[in-house]
């Protein structure tokens, strides 16, 4: 019984029925501009005063209602409606304006429901519970009993003391009709104003652009500031231990430090541009570090740490490391320095370097006479005691590998022969910017 009653007066019963009551009011422009033009066709008389016109001015409404549904804002104003009011999930409908004909079409039928439906409901608010007041009060108030009121049971002929049967009647046939216009209301509003397969595409990809930029930013973050601290800390370390032996050192390492600090501060500068919406490029900004231009300052940086690399530098067909597409000297840069981050994590002794230039059908990894960038990292693995704690949760890898599938190149890390290695490889395209 209380749920009954609670979804014919409750609170959303009842805020579907105000939904309704919006809607009817939504017509009335439509619906005074069709009674004027039924009214003339009809020879010239007020078309609200026939029933028959009435109903006619309200049908030929419904065809301008549906024809205005076709422009952009009436979906979202609709939605907006219905979320607040139906108590519908906001994820069963579609986000934004209609784009499609198919969508517009949907929108068009919805804004007719709801318009035409909300006309007859509104209407039935308005008279019924001055008429049901009318019959409840009749056998109470004998002016009404004397009145000539007309419409048989409603006359003053009747039996009084069945008129508030009546009205009770219409009382509860207007809760039930609004009720149920309501639920069918919310039951149609995911059908047509649901998203459609576009707006489901168009939400994917969005979500995606999204990720992409996050896992970017992230990728960004780790490799300018995650190294940066890695090469500082083991910077640190091995100038504590020769502080007292090696002056010379340990003003080297302070230096790389300090170089280590400041150029990692311009590139945190940079990555935190793009977080503001709208920010365009600073001029001043750092620009992102390539293989070209800050290879030897990253091996001179990690030397300085305490580490020794070798480092084979075969540019082959391109001639030096300027003539590498940029994107592909960037990645490559990123590449390498975490790396050599992870080398000195999970191995010990001297870091044997290999960057070069071939040509693609060598390994069959790309296809035939198109050029790519192998770079080969190893050096001893470490014993399980002396490896450094891992703080990152491997992100720093998989990120390069990300970097690598970005450009159609693949990232390997591991334990391979008696030693860990990591192997890069970047397809580039023609060898040219």
């Known amino acids: 019984m209380r749920d009954g009653l609670s979804r014919l007066l409750g609170a959303r019963a009842r805020l579907r029925w105000v939904h309704l009551i919006l809607g009817g009011a939504l017509l009335m422009p439509y619906f005074l501009l069709t009674q004027v033009g039924v009214g003339t066709a009809a020879g010239g008389v007020n078309a609200l005063s026939s029933l028959p016109l009435t109903l006619a001015a309200y049908a030929a409404a419904l065809p301008l209602v549906a024809v205005t549904a076709v422009f952009g804002l009436v979906r979202p104003l609709s939605v907006a409606a219905v979320r607040a009011m139906c108590g519908v999930p906001g994820e069963r409908l579609a986000e934004g304006p209609a784009r499609s004909w198919a969508a517009r079409g949907r929108t068009s039928a919805w804004w007719t429901l709801h318009l035409g439906l909300g006309a007859l409901i509104s209407g039935m608010t308005l008279a019924v519970p001055p008429m049901a007041v009318v019959l409840i009060t009749l056998p109470f108030v004998s002016g009404l009993r004397k009145t000539e009121l007309g419409l048989g049971w409603f006359s003053t002929e009747a039996d009084p003391y069945v008129a508030p049967l009546f009205g009770i009647g219409l009382l509860g046939g207007l809760v039930l009709c609004a009720a149920g216009a309501g639920a069918l209301v919310a039951r149609m509003a995911p059908v047509l104003l649901g998203p459609t397969a576009a707006d489901r595409l168009a939400a994917a990809e969005e979500r995606a652009a999204d990720l992409a930029v996050r896992n970017r930013l992230a990728r960004e973050l780790h490799d300018a500031v995650g190294h940066a601290l890695s090469a500082v800390t083991l910077q640190a370390v091995a100038a504590r231990r020769m502080l007292e032996r090696d002056p010379g050192f340990v003003r080297e390492a302070l230096a790389a430090i300090e170089d280590t600090t400041r150029r990692t501060v311009g590139e945190l500068d940079a990555v935190l541009g793009l977080l503001r919406d709208g920010d365009p490029a600073r001029p001043d900004a750092a620009p992102a570090p390539t293989l070209a231009v800050d290879l030897d300052g990253l091996l001179a940086r990690t030397r300085a740490a305490g580490a020794t ?125």
């Open 309 to 433: 690399v070798t480092a084979h530098q075969d540019p082959g067909p391109v001639g030096d490391w300027a003539g590498l597409p940029a994107i592909a000297s960037r990645e490559a840069y990123r590449i390498v320095q975490e790396g050599l981050s992870n080398a000195l994590r999970h191995g010990t002794g001297p870091v044997d370097l290999r960057i070069r230039v071939r040509a693609g059908h060598e390994n069959g990894h790309s296809e035939d006479g198109q050029r790519e960038l192998e770079i080969t990292m190893t050096n001893a693995p470490a014993a399980p005691g002396e490896r450094e704690p891992r703080t990152t949760g491997g992100r720093g890898l998989r990120g390069s590998a990300e970097r690598a599938a970005l450009l159609g190149g693949s990232v390997e890390a591991g334990p391979y022969e008696d030693r860990w290695r990591l192997r890069a490889v970047l397809p580039l395209a023609g060898g040219g910017r």
